[in-house]
């Protein structure tokens, strides 16, 4: 049994050796919010935090969140707000299934950069594939959000 | 007999009302229960005592936006308050009609009969509180979720107008009033938000893949690397050595009836007490393959049998007009050029997958599908159970671009149930999405045109091959299908007085299936591309030789709910030639290039602006313009628009899947790439405003992308792509 620390919550799972933490969330635990999209952490869908650190969860080991403080979609913080805020008000997603990934490498960024440039939500969010194609709603909703979050 | 009634008041168990209606495509059929007939209303609003106004929605919802736009639009002519409406997805049921989420058609069928049926209600309504108030129903009017006395100010609220409401008769058709555009608060603005948003940014929008059922199993299928391969023999040692695994199960391949259904590829399936123990079973299965008929195709071959095809006479198709030879042979200049792009993979973010539940002589399926009805019936025809024995949940769709309209990973599911007797989720690695699809067509086209002395386009001759839709239907359907050609090929927007459509034979050695837009993606990059070339010859202003070339404006006489207007799609081109300031003076290096398409009866015209360095392409701006005619959310169509220009800037970057010895040879997004926000051009979108019928907005954006894209490069820099996808040049 291990324990992980989900968004504030203590979980047990009983995880086999090699699971990586998305398999964990989704199935063991059945928070269903972090998606699965490749597998081999090529597109972002599966981003969670741990200790305020953005990793792809589909290629971290359930080892690894031990101990640690996770943050997956269903949690919230101060950039997470402020993020859903302008997400709200540019209404972004179309299917909405990356936007999980979206929101949590977008909290990673506002988080860690009071003031990020153009340059830094490019970097900041080009491991995170939207299929649909909202990125230029993404990058609006990313500016806006940091403004919203210098008014709180 | 009276055929008015199309509406039936039914009390719900929770007191609430239920307004049922009955709509076949855009028109409403008319059944009066004197008839006989029995009713059967596929349009249901439920208005409860504490106002909440819930919508049946019965398309999918993929990211278009449906379930909010068709809650809107009959929002609109209720007069309801964005604040009370829910929607309710749907099951799939021949009562709801034609549910399939495809072709871009469901705004432009169902909003006539959508604000009709609001309209119905809201005049229930009025004329409830008449009742109430002991008034005449022509001083009453409804007004965001209430009633209000004209003569006295007086309101009442839509709740406190059930019981009341469940005594009015069905108001005959002259009282069924839809609103004014001026008085619209929903149809045609931004101001309602999406029913789903708080779900999609809380992680509990529950698509296929989130669906749960206590002791549910897990499943991944091991299937044939070359399409209709078969299994040889398998070892599952290795596989069960895995935590989780629980069994390991052979499915055969199903065969679909000619001209209908999808069937399923068959394979080794791993069942698992968890998505990622299925996962590892699978990959570390030992399966020898029969690989059968598909076993020598590799698309670059393939590529030059297409182009050796074309490059000689084919079958002629209709329309005929004037003579080409002739045009050919009094021409000042001919030009010729061949295109080619290969197939495509619809890499939806959630990969295919589904969860079947066979039990007590019923089969249960929680999944992402586009089409419910197919697959209810496709179900009914491999495992024989009957119709109303079938329930398809329809769960959100992450992302689909037709690929969900194909029910083979439902079909797995059902097979594996009924094996396993466990409900089963069926979950699709990446790498079986990627190589394992319904392709999009790899294609080729020839096209040859000549000029007159003064630059006039004289004749126009386009030779096109690719493997027919139809050949996952219809085994040997080694020739494009009408309706495939129909999508730009033989409705040519230009008015030229010779031309001839020529289809050359190409057979299929993978499973080919239609792909957002379908084949206007290639008539869209072959026609753009190649009236382009003209226009250089001919030395003219691009955007000038267009308009010349589209002729006098006309509306169209052939048959069509929605008949081709040429006036519109020079509008939308005049339109796209100010969004993006044409004439400007661009900096070193940038080049801007122009397409026009016409597709699902809508009109877009794209301006690309790139720059290239070092033989490097960036696109820094696309803007596009749309005559769909009426819209419902204004800010879901822009979004589509934008989206559709991401689309296809992947396809034209990136998109490509070839095969060696039948296999496919790409695997994940590493290899098959998408583009990504750093290589995200600004995106610029102008909506045409007019009252034209409603028409589709999907995809018709997507057409014109790759040839604006190219016809940009050759602008900025003077090398002519004619081959997608541009990595194939070292572009990217």
Known sequence: ???????????????????????????????????????????????????????????????????????????????????????????????????????????ELLDTNENPTDDDIDNAMSGNICRCGTYVRIKKAIKEAVELKKQV | MKRRDFVKIFGLATGGLLLGCNVSADKVVVNTLEDGISFVPNLFIQLQKDGT??????????????????????????????????????TGDAKFGNQNTDGSRSIRTLLKPMRKMGAMARSILEQAAAKKWNIAASDCKAENHFVVNNTTGEKVFFGDLVEEAKTIAIPSDENIILKDKKDFKYIGKKVVRGIDMEDFLHGKANYGLDARLPNMKFAAIARSPVTFGSVKSFDTSEATEITGVEQVVQLDRLIPPAGQFFGMLGGVAVIANNTWSAFQGKNNLNVEWESGINESYDTEKFKEKLISRIHNKAKVVPPFKGSIEKAFKNADKVIEATYTMPHLAHAPMEVPNALAWVHDGQCDVWAPVQDPQTVQAEIAHFFGFAIEDITINVMMLGGAFGRKSKSDFVVEAVALSQKIKAPVQVVWTREDDIQHSFYHAQNAQYLKGSLDEKGKVTGWLHRVAFPSITSSFKPMSNYIA????????????????????????????LRIGWLRSVSNIISGFGVNSFVDELAIASGKDAIEFRLDLLGK?????????????????????IEAKKLSNWERKLPEGHGMGVAIHYSFYSYVATVVEVSVKSEKVKVENIYSVLDCGMYVNRDAVINQMEGAAIFGMSLTMFGKISTKNGAVEQSNFHDYQMTRMIDAPNIHVHLVDNDEDPTGVGEPGVPPVSAAITNAIFNASGKRVRSLPLSDHGMV
Not at chain 1, 40 to 54: E, L, N, P, R, Y
Not at chain 1, 61 to 78: C, L, R
Not at chain 2, 76 to 86: C, G, N, P, Q, R
Request: one cysteine or more; hydrophobic letters at 40%.
């Open chain 2, 482 to 509: 009408g309706f495939e050609l129909g999508m730009g090929f033989t409705n040519n927007p230009y008015e030229i007085e010779n031309i001839q459509i020529e289809n050359a034979k190409a057979e299929s050695h």
């Open chain 1, 1 to 107: 049994m291990q324990t992980l620390t989900i968004n504030g919550q203590d979980y047990q799972v009983n995880a086999p050796e090699s699971m990586p933490l998305l398999w964990a969330i989704r199935d063991l635990i059945g928070l269903t919010g972090t998606k699965f999209g490749c597998g081999v952490a090529q597109c972002g869908a599966c981003s969670i935090m741990i200790d305020g650190t953005v990793v792809r969860s589909c290629s971290t080991m359930v080892s690894q969140g031990v101990g640690k403080n996770i943050t997956t979609i269903e949690g919230t913080s101060d950039s997470l707000i402020a993020l859903r805020q302008a997400w709200r008000d540019n209404s972004v997603p179309q299917c909405g299934y990356c936007q999980s990934g979206q929101l949590i490498s977008a909290a």
């Open chain 2, 53 to 90: 106004v819930t919508i049946v929605v019965a398309r999918s919802e993929m990211g278009q936006g449906i379930r909010t736009s068709m809650a809107s639009a009959i929002a609109e002519d209720l007069e309801a308050d964005w604040k009370y409406v829910t929607v309710q997805q749907a």
């Open chain 2, 553 to 573: 404006d006309k509306v169209s006489t052939a048959a069509s709910p929605h008949p081709f207007n040429v006036a519109r799609l020079k509008n939308v081109l």
